[in-house]
């Protein structure tokens, strides 16, 4: 798992924790009402909002994002380089047999194209659309995440106004105001929670994430497009250099 | 019905009434005053705001889409490579018996213009002016939403200030204080539950399925242009996919 | 006057003011020195925003817009088809006659500027500037009521603070607090409904039938360019009907 | 001084006293402490966020955009065409001895350029580049004023918080309660004050002059262009008057 | 360091340390707890949203844009004319030799470029791929700071939530309600002081520095295309001046 996230809910959760035991009982915190109001409520909203297959493909690349193992830039470029050697070398067929150590299936499909013979303007133009789409569909799970961010809070509200609406109805005993509104603030509390602590957070790791990632496949484009022009490697890395900065740069040239 | 908008609906709405019912009875939510002002106040300066023409395009636009049913990108694709295949074979002129067993009308559109022996380039610029102009009835009809979201809370919020300025003017009797409070109070809920439970979700549902409808027929234009110009199936079908993830990408092609 | 604007503003002051008297006397919520500071106060800092001609022209802009009699876009696209025909077997300079009839200013000015022999890329580009600036006009205007509607709830809350302020200074007379925080509660509702109920809405409206006249501007042009070109009288009808929904368009071909 | 920033700072200041003088003694809103937490707090936290040289130069902007006299639109376009029958009976040289009757300093930078022989395409490419960096300085001096009119009133939450905690934390004598509130609230008072009556209000003046002057600009280079272009000069009146209202057009040809 | 941060923040924090000690100890304001859970959480929080790597660039960039010594840019007009007429008299490799004296890394590389033999628009299009992905690193790392002004106060808001629960679930010692308060309140005024006066403005002093550079580069390569072009000096001044405002412009013409 992505380790910081893991840190950094261990780290938020466990002071919020903290500041809650240091003074009082955690049992006050726990109301299964006021839960059931906030989380089942956003869960009702998020489905007014978005489709069920939505929702399942925003857990599957907040899943899939969380445990995603980054690729280095530099070895991509890297690698990149030595496959625009091969090619100068060998020609550009020599990149069939490269293909089969090659892990990162855009890079399969960018040296299939190549392979193939496409020209150098298709398998940008084509490649540039499918990064167009994977952004979109990145886009749709971090907007999720940010909707639920949003509504939380607002059926913290709601849960709020019903508990104040209620005690201000039956004011008699006033020893019981205190409790019934602290009642009342929990779904308030909870909202706060799940919007900043959860959701808009996961939402940025989301949207970190698939930024790499597309600054990755750019470069895959970008370096397929010199290996077929059959552009001079220097020039080439310095083009891929660009997407990286300055004190990153490792030259394969002496 | 959307069966997603059908059951958050009923989960979120259920769990305000679960909530409500077990702090008290339903009756000290419902004041006929407050809904009055807050539903007819927005009403009215929705329509302050909106042509009575676009209030009503709203509705429809909202129906149709929550009534929707959903073609699945990969039928369509599938669909568009067997026409692709059946013009190669026998002609751009055998799509006009095929048109017969389509049912979206854009693609109808689409194909009668190909038939008719329009230039790739102008049934992609013709078409794209036509989904900008859908695009833009969808999204009028979702910003009327999202402005109904504006204005509910606004109109609570109008409506508390009403009750509070009362309620400040006469206190002579303490008891009566916590009751017309809570009624002042009514309206901001009533505000808060018709923009977050209804009508912000509603308007996101919209969108949605607008961005849904524009990719299926931003797909049927990429693929009406790859038959017209004749383009070899196997690109044509790289193309298609683009629009897809690739896990959801089957190939006719073995 | 445009009726839904009419209605609107009927329906959401006639509510307000049932939910105030059901309440108690109206009396209770006019305060000459509250309503000079958040109308004065507003009016000022809106001078200090824009320069006299500015709000001026707003005005001038909101209530034209108001009294504007829509033009229905398909009485449009009948016309300039006719105009296509007429074209087609008189000549372009026929329009010259059919000047007369038309009340659109604009309409009249494409058709000078197609019988003075204008190139259609001219006339495109000429035209398609001063809808550019057409729109800049209009979006002051709506800005400016924009604007308003954000200082009005700050004048608003000026006012209350000030009432506070004072309140909290001469906190002798249990008594007087209460109608003391009433007073001062008047400023952030006056503020409040010149927002919501007023500018807001207006801003509102304004953009819409701002969005209407610029549609109806470019289908002039799409049209007028059509005819200069000698386009075929389907293609152009197909080209036309691209701006409004399917079910609106009405052909003139049987 | 810019008339209309004068009166309204005027009446939106005159207005606050009077509802303050109405209620009570100048003096209780008067507290050294506060002012110079909020108003020293605001400029420091300016300084952190905008080097020296750019809070300078916001300063001009602002007292140069007051103090400028506008031209009219109309008094630019008439002298273009002046310039323009000029060029095209007595040559483009002839504008030469036109130029030291010009004051705006921008369309002598232009005039220069076309007597200098600069091609039409030159001429419009440099002085755009100048019009691009034109506005991102007037946008920085418009940008330093919202900033301060988003700190002023966080500076004032500050104080407030400051106010309150040590209110609550000596509340022994209940009669002193309501006067620390009221201190406590004067520096949320001045923050509202600061931000909506000065500086939000200014920075709409800013950007409003900034627009006239890009506009006026823009009519220059198009002008210029014209002229250049040895355009006739009906088209280059038509294209002039597309930047304003119809009804402010006179045409120079009876 | 940079003056008008230091001075800045000197000012903001001296001027609220004074109404502080005005008003009473500093020791109220201090709570272990409370800091912990709104610096802690906020420090949590972060490393949810961003990856280590990206927190820590943010630091890095933060503090090299503070001790940043910023280039005039006149000066680097004239050291760009001055390599103008270099190149004119000498020929474009006698850059070669001056290269030794320039500090500024992105002229050196753009000066290697000329050098080497590219092409105008070549070293226009890699050195503008280089800017653009400078401006991303940049613009994450204020994108970091304005995320943690964000998280802040909503963990202060967090943290006040949980002491209000507990003080109103324990509302047996009326002298107990006030401290308890203000206690609670003390985590809202910690995540506000960091919000506004630490990381708010330091993420706006991050973009003005990273503004003016992008400036500066640009400024390079508009001067190096010139060069390379064998471009007029006098019009090269010319563009190089329009990036600049008039009163700052000194030609090297005299």
């Known amino acids: 798992m992505d380790l910081s996230t893991l840190l950094g809910i261990a780290a938020a959760f466990g002071l919020m924790l903290m500041a809650i035991l240091q003074g009082g009982p955690l049992s006050i915190f726990i109301n299964i009402p006021s839960l059931l109001i906030v989380v089942g409520g956003t869960i009702g909203v998020t489905f007014i909002h978005y489709p069920f297959g939505d929702v399942l493909g925003a857990i599957n690349v907040a899943k899939k994002t969380v445990l995603y193992k980054e690729t280095s830039i530099n070895d991509m470029i890297a690698q990149l380089m030595e496959f625009a050697n091969k090619a100068r070398k060998e020609g550009i067929l020599a990149l069939q047999g490269a293909m089969n150590d090659v ?47 949003i509504y939380a809070p607002a059926m913290g509200m709601v849960g709020t106004l019903i508990g104040l609406v209620q005690m201000l109805q039956t004011m008699d005993d006033p020893a ?46 970008e370096g397929m497009q010199s290996i077929l022009s059959g552009e001079n490697p220097r020039i080439m890395e310095q083009k891929l250099h660009a997407f990286i900065a300055p004190k990153l740069r490792q030259s394969t040239f002496k």
């Not at 105001?177 to 779904?187: E, R």
């Not at 706060?192 to 959860?198: D, K, Q, T």
């Open 103 to 149: 892990s990162d299936e855009f890079l399969v499909k960018a040296m299939q194209m190549a392979v193939d013979g496409q020209e150098p303007e298709t398998l940008r133009s084509m490649l540039s659309t499918e990064i167009e789409y994977i952004q979109q569909r990145h886009e749709k799970g971090a907007t999720i995440f940010l909707s639920i961010a």
């Open 176 to 221: 019981a105001i205190g409790p019934a509104m602290a009642v009342a603030l929990l779904t308030t509390f909870y909202g706060a929670v799940i919007a900043n602590i959860v959701f808009n957070p996961m939402a940025g790791k989301l949207k970190t994430r698939s930024q790499s990632e597309v600054l990755l496949k750019t470069l895959i484009i």
